[in-house]
């Protein structure tokens, strides 16, 4: 990555195509572009300083996480210009707590966010999660959780609680990919959030886990951000074949 994005901490592609990567760093109101094996980035400004965590792009509309569940929305063309002049901010949408992870599935126009902390959570028991319709004139966050004991069942990575950076769902199986850069955990859950699998991830190799997006073949791509020895950066698993 670019120096712009030593803290990258989302990525997201416009419907699954993996040409351009968007990403977001946790300290500038910009959403970055870029191309693979390309330095140089762009940016579209939508925002004030903050620390942004996460991002969607859905039904040609870019949506970005703030750490505190506040969104804030502008229509997908619009990152292609400098400045954004139409950004909408949804405050209150979700409730009181610490946020990193959204996904958005066009299919359904839903977004889905993971709480990372929140005080109506015991993290070492389950979490909750919220979805909503995009669409809805008022939205209200339907509310869905975790098990931390079903990932306590397979690895002992989670004995002071589960906090998840990031989430991606699988376009084909539609299992749910959630990545953890606290408990260096890749956790995959079946689309109704029943955890199959909890993977170890190798800290050498994956500096801080925090953003995670599958393209529209199926290939797993996890970014990192960097450390006093690295420097941030996007890792591309190809699928695997049957």
């Not at 980035?41 to 859905?58: R, S, V």
Request: charged share 25%; hydrophobic share 35%.
């Amino acid at each position: 990555m670019p120096e712009s994005l030593f803290e990258i901490s989302g990525i997201a592609f416009q419907k699954g195509n993996p040409d351009t990567v968007y990403a977001i760093q946790d300290e500038e109101g910009k959403v970055f572009r870029l191309a693979w094996g390309v330095k140089k980035q762009y940016h579209a400004k939508f925002g004030k300083k903050g620390d942004y965590e996460d991002l969607a792009i859905i039904n040609d509309r870019v949506v970005v996480l703030k750490s505190n569940g506040t969104l804030y929305t502008f229509p997908f063309w619009e990152s292609a210009y400098e400045e954004v002049d139409s950004t909408r901010e949804w405050k209150k949408v979700l409730p009181k707590g610490e946020y990193e992870s959204i996904y958005g599935n066009e299919d359904t126009d839903s977004l889905y966010v993971l709480c990372k902390n929140c005080v109506q959570d015991d993290s070492k028991k389950s979490i909750t999660g919220y979805v909503f319709h995009t669409g809805d004139s008022v939205a209200v966050p339907r509310p869905f959780q975790i098990s931390v004991k079903e990932i306590k069942a397979l690895t002992g990575k989670v004995e002071r609680g589960f906090r998840p950076s990031g989430m991606a769902q699988n376009p084909f199986s539609k299992d749910w990919y959630i990545i953890s850069a606290v408990n260096k955990l890749l956790v995959i859950t079946d689309k109704n959030w029943k955890v199959q699998q909890a993977l170890t991830l190798n800290g050498n190799i994956f500096t801080q886990p925090e953003g995670i997006a599958f393209d529209k073949d199926g290939n797993l791509y996890i970014s990192n951000e960097g450390d006093d020895f690295a420097e941030g950066n996007i890792l591309k698993f190809n699928k695997l074949s049957k």
